[in-house]
């Protein structure tokens, strides 16, 4: 796995990281470190949509993202208005700081019950908000990991549906960056001679 700058992660409010499926995984890699280090800087957890930062410790990251978002379903706060302002969080943070990757889950999948189609479309759309909105961008790449490569042939159908949605997404957004960055190249637009 390459190695990023940042490796986001959602779990439950109170970070203890063995309550949750990815968190747990997560700590079992890093290391306990990880959840002394939150526990010190972060004692009474976070919000829905807040963040917690640590070290990546045994990770190949630098730093961890660790923020919380609540079961799908739920009206207050809207599930995929928290999902939007943890991503923008997230991304805004890593930004500020320098950082050149960021690597995402497919966020609120799996025990939260989020739907995969509206996820991967509001996924892509935060990272495009982003790159759109901000004058200068740090972070070179930004990736969402949908599963392993290596279990691709053991998935069911319904990751193999949620790796096609972030996908067909992904492909999108890229057409979008590239078209956004030859506009940026020709301001007013490419010098086509006329015929």
């Not at 928290?82 to 690597?103: D, G, K």
Request: overall charge neutral; hydrophobic content about 35%; some cysteine.
């Amino acid at each position: 796995m390459k190695k990023e700058d940042v490796l986001v992660c959602s779990g439950p409010k109170n970070l203890k990281l063995n309550n949750g499926g990815l968190s747990k995984a997560l700590l079992s890699a890093a290391g306990r470190e990880m959840q002394d280090e939150l526990y010190q800087n972060y004692s009474n957890g976070v919000e829905y949509g807040g963040i917690a930062t640590s070290r990546g410790y045994q990770l190949p990251c630098k730093f961890v993202y660790h923020g919380a978002l609540q079961k799908w379903g739920t009206s207050q706060p809207d599930p995929l208005s928290t999902l939007e302002e943890f991503m923008m969080t997230c991304l805004v943070m890593a930004n500020s700081h320098c950082r050149s990757s960021i690597a995402f889950p497919t966020l609120g999948l799996g025990f939260l019950d989020y739907p995969s189609d509206q996820v991967a479309k509001l996924m892509t759309k935060t990272i495009g908000d982003f790159s759109f909105k901000q004058s200068a961008v740090n972070i070179k790449d930004i990736v969402i990991v949908v599963f392993e490569e290596e279990r691709l042939s053991l998935q069911s159908q319904t990751d193999l549906k949620t790796y096609n949605q972030f996908h067909n997404e992904a492909q999108k957004l890229t057409l979008i960056i590239n078209m956004k960055k030859r506009s940026d190249l020709h301001p007013t637009g490419p010098n086509i001679p006329p015929t």
